[in-house]
């Protein structure tokens, strides 16, 4: 009789217990703004595809499975990235109601600055994402910042570094580069790991790639600028600096490494491959590699057992150690049909530590909350440590992006890259010359 | 001797004219294969591609033929997305639009080739002018218009607004105005009205312009992508291009691009059997207008 009563009472408890934790879960991860038996649907867009949307798609189920069964999901995933954000301004000029999309920090305040993305202070104030901001990395919560008002809550953060082959590395009896080698002393490097093996007289391995390439953006360059002591625009974004010494410097150094030593591969050597440098890496061809930590799971499944392999920081420079760093958000538009009902979606989708760790294994970028990071580079990878140390310590530390101002996109490709290519293809190879063009195409469009 | 070589001579031209003639035509059989060859390239290795495995397609040096063939790369591409309803909706989308297109171009092309009012031409002109204005600049005014219409998200959005085609209704008119007026008095003697000798006399004898502009609308209706893309959000009603497109990553590297190929070959093979079908239409089309593909 004992037994059984005490049965009960455990029995009981368990359930008060659980009913207790549901409870304090729904106060936790919706904000009483939408009613639970709210029908309708909610439309959600983003360039994500297959296998590398699904880390939130399993989330997003989760979130209307439990709090808002009557919601019906309406994915429009996986818009390839440049039809994205063509399509993207011309539904939302016209009114779209779309309720939650994909941003790009590039992107933000441009989308920002045209009404065309939601002020989420309002929200982060009433119903605080946890975690938020102490626990998200600095520059990520920055970069969807747009004139003191978030206007996206990011989602990764995606550091730069260097993949090294090891065996290349091995084979020549050097030495990888590390965290405070040099910009000469990791040229010299390139150089010397600079092969044409068959000798039919043109490079069939290189020292590194993937740093400068046709039509990049100028995010690729922006913290070698930095390194060297050099700047794009002024403080307030309204004139250039580029052509200080500096900056040219940076610029003529990579220049260099195409046309001058040869370590780099040319666009025309990579397309006469018929494969992009990531590839040429893969398949054996390139010693160092530059890439972002999102690309380490790919190297992964494609090097396979070819050859070993790890990640290092990039090197420093005069003016100090800087790395790219990027990243993207979810925002909801101004014409989102229900605005409330995203931004509880974002809530629970980046700061429910129930899933954080999974969303991060699966995606293999890190959330833009510290303490999963690591979930990133599964425990059972080769270069786990070695991804934790230079993308989470090294590359979140030092971590720089170009100031993504309104005029930026537009910048970007009318001025930037149209004259960089000229370095990048060769037709000039005196960065001095294309940099002044730039510096004075930039004071035109900004009107300093 | 004298007899000999005068009868010798046209013989040895004959001769030369007709080895010239050979020569020539095997350098443009050649020519044309070389190039045959260069423009099948792309589709050739498609197809092979569609047959690799994900490895085979990064192997370098490239190879042609698959190390491993992989035909179930058909069945796991269909199986990835919504095909079945995808090839329905472009199926729906291209053949409403096939028809609407030639009903109302023909329509127009005899309104403007034969029927006589005020300011006719100058409508036709005003009309032609249309051809001028890029789809971009449109893009925007009409999703509010089919947002207003709460098109957004149906196939009436991709269907409606391409009923129409200056480019259709120029070449039908072009076509219409060559046929001989005394064929239309004859009707028209008979007791036929605007409509019946448009229906009965007309149209009938514009059957191969027709075959064109079908032909021309098809292909451009099933391979559409920018609009389709703007206005159709729901997965349910997208059409083959859009699905083909969403098997892409932002990464190159996790984009399953034999899968790709596969679905891409089975999307062609509609558009395929159009071309071969009604390929002298196709060409006959550019000769007649000077323009390749309308809309």
């Known amino acids: 009789m004992i037994r059984k009563f005490a049965l009960l009472i455990t029995v009981l408890a368990l359930l008060s217990f659980g009913f207790l934790a549901s409870a304090q879960d729904m106060m936790d991860w919706t904000c009483g703004m939408v009613d639970g038996d709210t029908a309708g649907a909610i439309t959600i867009t983003g360039w994500e595809g297959p296998g590398e949307v699904d880390k939130f798609l399993l989330a997003f189920d989760e979130f209307f499975g439990e709090y808002y069964p009557n919601v019906e999901q309406i994915l429009n995933t996986g818009v390839a990235w440049g039809d994205y954000w063509t399509t993207l301004p011309a539904q939302l000029a016209g009114g779209a109601e779309i309720d939650m999309a994909w941003m790009h920090d590039t992107r933000n305040d441009t989308f920002a600055a045209n009404g065309w993305a939601l002020n989420l202070d309002s929200y982060l104030e009433a119903c605080p994402i946890p975690g938020w901001p102490e626990m998200f990395v600095a520059s990520q919560v920055d970069a969807f910042n747009f004139e003191g008002s978030q206007y996206a809550i990011p989602y990764d953060l995606a550091p730069g570094g260097l993949y090294i082959n090891l065996d290349l590395f091995e084979a020549a009896g050097l030495e990888p580069p590390g965290e405070h080698t040099t910009f000469e002393e990791f040229t010299e490097l390139a150089i010397a790991l600079t092969e044409d093996t068959d000798g039919d007289g043109s490079n069939d391995i290189w020292g590194i790639s993937n740093l400068a390439s046709v039509g990049r953006g100028a995010g690729g360059a922006y913290w070698i600028i930095k390194s060297f002591g050099g700047e794009l625009f002024n403080e307030t974004n309204t004139a250039s600096e580029m052509n200080s010494p500096e900056t040219i410097a940076a610029l003529q150094w990579l220049a260099d490494l195409l046309w001058d030593s040869g370590a780099h591969p040319t666009a025309d050597s990579v397309a006469a491959t018929g494969f992009t440098t990531e590839f040429l890496f893969a398949n054996g061809n390139v010693a160092m590699h530059y890439a972002l930590n999102d690309a380490a799971s790919r190297m992964w499944e494609l090097v396979g057992d070819s050859f070993n392999w790890t990640v290092v920081p990039t090197p420093t420079g005069p003016a100090g150690r800087y790395n790219f760093i990027g990243g993207s958000a979810f925002s909801i538009p101004t014409s989102a049909a229900h605005p409330d009902l995203s931004y509880e979606l974002i809530r629970f989708t980046l700061a429910n530590p129930d899933h954080l760790c999974r969303t991060a294994a699966m995606g293999a970028a890190l959330v833009s909350q510290s303490e999963f990071h690591d979930c990133a580079a599964p425990d059972d990878a080769p270069y786990a440590d070695a991804y934790h140390e230079v993308f989470s310590v090294i590359g979140a530390r030092d971590g720089v992006h170009p100031a993504y101002h309104p005029k930026y996109l537009e910048w970007e490709t009318s001025v930037w890259i149209s004259n960089m290519d000229l370095l990048w293809t060769g037709e000039e190879r005196d960065a001095a010359v294309v940099v002044q063009r730039a510096h004075d195409q930039t004071n035109e469009l900004l009107g300093g | ?295």
């Not at chain 2, 009903?103 to 009012?117: Q, V």
Request: proline share 6%; aromatic share 14%; hydrophobic share 55%.
């Open chain 2, 1 to 295: 001797m004298r007899l000999m070589a005068t009868s010798d001579k046209p013989k040895r031209t004959l001769i030369g004219q007709k080895q010239s003639k050979l020569l020539t035509d095997l350098l443009v059989y050649v020519v044309l294969s070389v190039v045959g060859v260069i423009f099948i390239m792309p589709f050739a290795w498609m197809v092979a591609n569609s047959f690799k495995d994900i490895r085979g397609i990064y192997t370098y040096p490239p190879t042609f033929i698959p190390d491993v063939w992989r035909f179930e790369n058909y069945t796991e591409a269909w199986s990835m997305t919504h095909f079945d309803a995808g090839f329905l909706n472009s199926a729906i989308v291209a053949a409403a639009v096939v028809f609407g297109q030639l009903l109302t171009a023909s329509l127009a092309g005899y309104s403007f080739a034969r029927l006589r009012y005020p300011g006719r031409d100058k409508i036709f002109l005003l009309y032609l002018s249309l051809m001028m204005v890029p789809f971009t600049v449109l893009l925007i005014p009409l999703y509010v218009q089919m947002r207003a219409f709460g098109w957004i998200s149906t196939l009436q959005a991709v269907i409606v607004p391409f009923l129409f085609t200056p480019w259709g209704t120029f070449m039908m008119r072009q076509f219409m105005v060559t046929i001989p007026r005394e064929l239309e008095d004859a009707a028209r003697i008979d007791g036929c009205g605007f409509f019946r000798t448009y229906w009965l006399i007309i149209l009938p004898l514009t059957k191969p312009a027709l075959a064109t502009l079908a032909i021309f609308t098809f292909v451009n209706t099933w391979n559409s992508f920018q609009w389709p893309l703007i206005v159709l959000g729901k997965p349910k009603v997208k059409t083959l291009p859009l699905l083909l497109a969403s098997f892409q990553n932002q990464s190159g590297m996790r984009t399953p691009w034999h899968l790709i190929m596969a679905a891409a070959t089975f999307v062609v093979i509609p558009v395929l059997i159009a071309f071969i079908v009604g390929q002298k239409y196709y060409v006959r089309g550019i000769v007649t207008s000077g323009i390749k593909g309308g809309a």
